[in-house]
């Protein structure tokens, strides 16, 4: 029966033929398609809270501000643990979710418990979400530096030329700006001389 089929094959080399190109075709395109990461992700689903508040000291955030957001978010569905780091003008507390909870859903109760949280915060502090990442996915740090640059100047670049340039970068879910000399315009105004126009 060996021998039958061996010679069927040798007999229709060109079938043959066409057969592998056909299998090794469709292997190439299955392996196009395939979904494999070479660094599985393992880490839990996680929402961050980040504060800006510049000129403050890190003891009065932690006090007003990382506590507040620590408290809020206690007794949220499917909360397993709070971590909070506070550096000076920035606070980030990370809220860790079960595995089972979607990210998209734990985001949406952390916003809610957030809006409920801002009359308890300092005025003019608004804490807005962190990228939909992992621990794993924040795999890139950089820095900005120049010779004579000042320290607004670098943060206007990378506010207004890098960070939009790397936001079109496929698969760059967020870029957080820290550091650096926030460019802000005031207008004071004389009411008297408002009152004589």
């Given amino acids: 029966m060996k021998n039958r089929f061996f010679d069927k094959i040798l007999d229709n080399r060109l079938l043959v033929i066409l057969l592998v190109l056909l299998l090794s075709g469709a292997g190439v395109i299955s392996l196009q398609s395939l979904a494999v990461d070479a660094l599985p992700d393992v880490s839990p689903v996680s929402v961050t809270v980040l504060t800006e508040a510049p000129g403050i000291a890190p003891v009065e955030i932690e006090k007003q501000i990382t506590y507040t957001i620590e408290t809020e978010m206690n007794g949220l569905p499917g909360v397993v643990l709070i971590r909070s ?20 859903r734990a985001r949406t109760l952390v916003m809610e418990r957030l809006s409920e949280s801002r009359t308890a915060l300092p005025p003019g502090v608004s804490p807005t979400l962190g990228a939909v990442s992992t621990p794993t996915g924040n795999i890139f740090r950089y820095t900005l530096e120049g010779p004579g640059v000042d320290l607004m100047k670098l943060r206007t670049y990378q506010d207004w030329i890098v960070k939009r340039a790397l936001l079109t970068v496929r698969g760059v879910a967020g870029v957080l700006s820290y550091g650096g000399y926030v460019k802000a315009y005031f207008v004071n105004i004389d009411p008297y001389r408002l009152l004589a126009f």
């Fill in 85 to 104: 780091k506070t550096l000076f003008g920035l606070s980030s507390v990370t809220i860790v979710f079960r595995n089972s909870m979607d990210i998209y």
